[in-house]
């Protein structure tokens, strides 16, 4: 397997003077479930097309388990290991889940002998089993896209592709497809999921991107996103005046028990518990402050950026 | 390049035809017809004049009339039908997403309009083949049997064309205008027969190059030559070359060269279709 699953530099589409994505530099090491988050409008399907072949940069490169996008033979070879779930899409609704799937096991080359197997655990790894011989046109929006996502994952494939994929989906379904994904991951498929929805993001990826304006704003993983340089430390018993003492450590906030300490150096806060300690202070918790991804995600986008 | 993966497109087309009744809409709708003018066939022998019945030439002639004007219906069903289905196939799935997901397994381009374009032909030859077949099965006691070919022709240059629109616009404009240039060409060639009737070289030259910007109504042409009792086609030369205008008349089969040129034109579509579709973001 390739060590880098998708790599992209100074990736870039214009359609006209609208700029779509204005160069996206990226790595995504095999194995990783990488999360492609951005509001809506930043570029994230965009960046997807790219890198399927479905639509054709205007600026940069990028690399697909290992093919480039500019060399379209090696590119469609490399797309035999793909898995892509459209955000916005339709099967042929003429057709049943079933003929939908083994039209896919044709497209991709796969092995005939293997079709009936593939079919059979895409259909049970989604929950369409019992309704794989109806017709898709009687499909719910749900149920199309767990069939979306059936598809996708038709082959084993090294990479898939997932846009927004719980958009269509109630609690359960999204559930389902968090188990999915965890379970794709276990194989060791890289999933680069691209979705706006948050806490999806936050429960499933290793690896988070942000992107803005067509721009990764942020990359890394989701610890290294959302650990501050700020501590929270719960003490009771401290002297009158301690708060003041304590100010040397960095910006200062009570929250009843708790004190959050703001812009403090990692190596510094056994001195700040030390110096709690010798102002009467009977220390219970010291824990770095984590943001949410959702505080995280909106400061960086308030944050002009260069 | 598999042209395997094509195919899987091609059959994809002839299973959407038939899952969703338009081959079914077309095949009863076509027993009618051919129902019908099987009748009025039967009846030609019985027509009297002045109590005696027709000269048997005469009810040659006649029975050779009315096929060419029958056959003149069935193109035009057929292109219409051919353009019906053919302008929405690839802008349709470009619309609904269908193609997102075709398109992003390891599928060329140039793979899935050919594989759009085999299943399209397939179809005009299941419909003008089987068609054609029965209806001049039926009026084969009359003037004997006459390859049905040259309909499927005309089926083949205007679906060709239907589908290089359908790369770039929605199936309804590419349809509206693939019909009218069908029109423009048939048109042409009613100008192009006045203008050798008037031995104006303009106007000629207007008729020839609608015939070679779409060939269907050359085509045309020759379908009907072949429908053409060989007495009729002496009477109509000895009309001299007024009857070139009249579009159910052909004075000459349709020359080789002329359908060299429209094989020739309908590759250069095609690969207009590929290199078009393959700028299109899906």
Redesign the interface.
Known sequence: MEPVAIRTEELGKRYGKITALAGLTMSIPAGDVFGFLGPNGAGKTTAVKLLLGLARPTSGEGWVLGAPLSDRAAHRRARRGVGYLPELFRYQHWLSAREVLRVHCELIGLDHATWDAEIKDALGLVGLADRADDRVGGYSKGMQQRLGLGVALLGRPALVLLDEPTSALDPVGRHDVREVIRALKDRGTTVFLNSHLLTEVEQVCDRVAIVDNGRVIQVGTLDELLTTDAVRLRATGLENGAHDALRAFGELQSEGEWIVVRGIAADRVPDLVRAVVERGGRVYAVEPRHESLEDRFLSLLEKPHP | M?P??GL?IAR?VI??AA??RLLLALLVLTLVVIALTGWGFSRIPTITQRGAPLPDLQVKLLASQFLIVTMFMFSFVLAMAAVFVASPQISGDVE???A?????????RAEFVGGKWLGLAALVTIYAGSAAAIELGVVNAVVGYIPPEPLSFIAFVIMTFALLLSTRLSGMVGGVIALVLFGIAWIGGIVGGIGVAFDNAGITHVGTATKLILPTDGLWRGAVYALEPQAFVASGSQAGPAAAANPFYASAAAPLSFELYVAGWMVLVFALAVISFR?R??
């Open positions: 598999t395997v993966r899987v994809l299973r959407e899952r969703r609904s997403g269908t997102l997901a075709i398109l992003s397994r390891p599928i060329g700028a973001e899906a």
